[in-house]
C-alpha cells in the first residue's frame, strides 16, 4: 500500500532514489542539495536499500565515479546545485555522450559571484548542450514521480536524466506526498539490465579516439535517443497514471481549454501562477496556464498544439542568457517560427537569485501584455 | 627466436607465457609504457580492467574500433582516472564481483597534476584500486610540456631556456606513502624481476595501492629507441629513481634493488633534454640525488648484500646442475657486451632481494648463480 508522508522536496528524491534501489551514488555536499544525500545516507543506515555510497571529494569526483559505475551496468544517482552543477559540466558530456542512463537531482541555485544559496535557472540551463534529459518540477508529489520516471526513461533510451526542482521553494518545503509501496514501483522500473557494459568475458574500450568519419554518426544516435525519449516519456507518464492516478503530461495546462491567453513558465512559479489565473477569470479575463515540464528533449510539437490559435502567449523565465533574453522563451520561439498558427509573444525575466515571484508580478506581467506593446525584446520582472 | 632463459626446467623470472596485451599497438619505437603495459598484464591476468585518462596510453591502445589491451578499457576524463575506477569498483561490487581488477593507469600529468585532486581522495577512501602512474616526466602526449613531475633542468618545450625546468621534480612518492596506504612501489621495466615481483604483490593486496613507473621516453628524452631499458638501468644506479616498496601504510620500507652507484653524469649524458647542462648544473643534481638518497637510506631498510664467496651450504652438492650453468656462463661470457654483463648482474641481484624468491631453494639457486657469475670472473 502507498503511504502518505510530509516530504520536502529534497527527501522526495531521497524517497525516489531508495525505491529505485539505485545501486551507485556519488555524494558531495553544497546547500540546499546536501538534505538529499543526507536522507540518502539515512535511508541507507537504517537498511531501507542497500547502496554503494562513495563519499568524494567534489562534485566533479561524484560524476565521474557514477560514469565509471554505470559502465559497470549500475543504476546510478547522484545530486547537486549551482557550482556543483557547472563543476560536473565536462563529465555531463562524458555521460551524456557514453549514452549512460545516470540519475542527477539539481537543485536550482543561482551561480556566484556574488554567492547566492536562493533559486534560478542558470545553473541547469547552462548545460543544456550536454546530452542530458531535464525534467523541471513544481511539488515534492512531482519530484518524487518524475525521479522514478527519469530511472525508467533513462534505461530505455540511454541518455542520463536531470530532475531540477526549485531551491527552498521546493527543495526545503513540506508536503504532504504519496509515496508508492515497492510492488507498484517495480512494476513501472524493472531491473536494469544494461545493453552493454565492461565486461572481462568481452573485453573492448569504451569511449576511445573518434575519427571524423565515425564522430558525428555517434552523435546523430544521441540525438536520434533524444528524439525518441518523448515517446518513452510520455508511455511512462500514462503507465505511472495507471498505478498511481498521477501524471504529469510532457507540457501541462491549467484553464487552458477556452483561454485567449496562454501563461507560460516551469517549476514553482507555475503554482503561483494558478492563483492568479483564478482571480482574472473572475474579471472575466479569458486566461490559463501552460507548464513546461520536459525541457529536454525539446517538446515542440505539444508546445504548438498547445499554442495554436491563442491570442497571446506569456512567457516568463527564472534564468537569462545574458545578452539574449529568458531562455525557456528563446526555445518555445524556435517552435512558433515559421508556423501559422503562432500566437503573438511577450516574454518577461524575473526572480533571479531568489527573488519571490509573487501573485502580485504575475498579475502585473498579465496586465502589462494587455496594455500596448512596445516590441522590446523582453521586460524585466522587478 | 629468443628463448627466456631457465634454471631447473623453470624460466628464471616468472613471467606468465600469455600475451594479454597485443601487437598493433601505436606506442613509439621504445616506448617505456608499452613494455611496461605488456608486462603489468601477464601479471594482473586478463580479469582486469583498465582505466585510462588523456594520456599517451589513451592514444597507443588503439582509436575506435581498435583497443590493444586485451582487457576491457574504460577511457575517461582527464582527471578523474582515481575517482571513475573508484566508480568501477563500486559498480562491480553492485554486482557482486569483487575478484575483478580494477587498475587505473594514467601519465604523469594526470597523476601529479591535473588528477591529484581525485587521486588524493581515493587513497583517503582506501578504494580497491591499483592505481598506476606511468611517469615519463612531462606531458609527452601533447609534445613534451613540463609537467609537475618533470625533474629539474630538463629541457621541455614549454621550459626551453637555460638551465631548463627551475624546480625539483615533485615527491610523489613522499605525498602517497604519507596517505599510508596498503601498498607503495616504485619500478621500472628495466629491472623486470622487481617490476613483475611488485605486480604480483600489488595484485593480492586489497585496498588503494599505487605503483610508481619510471618510463621511458625517447622523443622527450631525446635518447635512442635502443637506449630505453639502458635508461632505465642508469635511473636507478645513479639514485635519480630508487626502487624501494612501502607496505601496511608504512610498517614496512623497504629498498628492492640497490646496485653499484653510478654517477648521475652517465645518467644525464645519455639525454637529449639534458645536453645544455654545464659541470656546475651536474654537480648540482648529483648533490641533490646524494641527499636524497641519504634521506631514504636513513628511513629505509636496504637490501641485503648479494653473496660474494660461496654458493649457500645448503646449495653445495644439491644442484647438480652447477658445473653445467658455470660452464655455460664461462663459455658464454665472452661473447656477452658490458650492457648485458650489467643485465645479468642487475638481474640476479634483484631476484636475490626478491621476495618471489623467497624459499630456501630459491634463494639457493640465485645465490649459486651469483657465485658462478662472479667465478666466472667476467660478471
Redesign the interface.
Known sequence: MPRRELLTGNEAVAQAVALANAQVIGIYPITPQTTIIEKICDLAAKGAFHPRIIHVESEHSAMAAVIGAAFTGARTFTATSSQGLALMHELLHWAGGGRLPIVLANVNRAMAPGWSIWTDQNDSLSQRDTGWMQFYCESAQEVLDTTLLAFRVSERVMVPSMVVLDAFVLSHTSEPTEVPDADTVAQFLPKYEAPYRLDVEKPCSFGALLRPPFYQEVRAKLQEAMEGALKEIDEADQLWRKLTGRGWGIVSGYRHEDADILFVTSATTASTARVVIDRLRVEGIKIGGLKVRVFRPFPFEELRRALAGRRLAIIFDRNLSYGHHGIFAQEIKSALYGWRGAPPVSCYVGGLGGRDVTPESIEGMVRRSLGERNGELFSWVR | MYTKPRLQGRPIWHVPDEEIYSKGHLACPGCGVAISARLALKILG????L?VPACCF??I???????A?????????F??A??????????????GDTD?RVVAWAGDGGTYDIGF??L??AA??NEDILYVCYDNEAYMNTGIQRSGATPFSAWTTTTPAYPGKLEHKKDLGAIMIAHRIPYFATACVSYVDDFLGKFRKAREIRGFRFIHLLSSCSPGWKISEADSIESGFLAVRSRVFPLMEVEDGGSTRRITVNPAPVPVRRYLERQGRFKHLKDGDIDAIQQHVDRRWAELASRFDLPKPAPSHAAPAAARGAFPGADGLARLLQAHAATLSEREREFIRELLSSMWNNPAYASQSDQDLVGLAITLSQLAGSF
Open positions: 586478463r580479469k582486469t580492467i582505466v589513451a592514444v591502445d588503439g582509436p575506435f574500433p581498435h583497443s589491451a586485451g582487457v576491457p578499457l574504460l577511457h575517461c576524463a582527471e578523474t582515481a575517482a571513475t575506477a573508484s566508480g568501477v569498483r563500486a559498480g562491480l561490487a553492485s554486482r575483478t585532486q581525485a588524493s581522495a583517503e577512501r
